[in-house]
Nanobody, 124 residues
Framework: QVQLVESGGGLVQAGGSLRLSCAAS????????VGWFRQAPGKERECVAA????????YYSDSVKGRFTISRSNNKNTVYLQMNSLKPEDTAVYYC?????????????????WGQGTQVTVSS
């Protein structure tokens, strides 16, 4: 099994940037599709970005398209989420998750492995 640990969250002002990291152990993360989800208080968890297992296909939700970028470092067994132009509505706990689906997964049930989450707070 693959174990996932997120890092890089914190407090940032609106318009600022953060880079989240999802480090894997136990298995090579390049063998999985990886997604970033977020959950704000009182809201359902949503997939904001995902990257395919094979190839370079990616998915972004409309709310983050053009501001967030998902990428891999196979050497570091890590997937990143670069978040620019942050808005207060981006405030949430961010989770990374891994999936063995071949096509880019975007729903919670597509993912079998989850990290513990990292808090991102954007102040206005």
């Amino acid at each position: 099994q693959v174990q996932l640990v997120e890092s890089g969250g914190g407090l940032v002002q609106a318009g600022g940037s953060l880079r989240l990291s999802c480090a894997a152990s136990g298995r090579t993360l390049s063998s999985y599709a990886v997604g970033w989800f977020r959950q704000a208080p009182g809201k359902e968890r949503e997939c904001v970005a995902a990257i395919a297992w094979i190839g370079a296909n990616t998915y972004y939700s409309d709310s983050v398209k053009g501001r967030f970028t998902i990428s891999r470092s196979n050497n570091k067994n890590t997937v990143y989420l670069q978040m620019n132009s942050l808005k207060p509505e981006d405030t949430a706990v961010y989770y990374c998750a891994a999936s063995r689906r071949v096509v880019v997964p975007t729903t919670e049930t597509d993912f079998g492995y989850w990290g513990q989450g990292t808090q991102v707070t954007v102040s206005s």
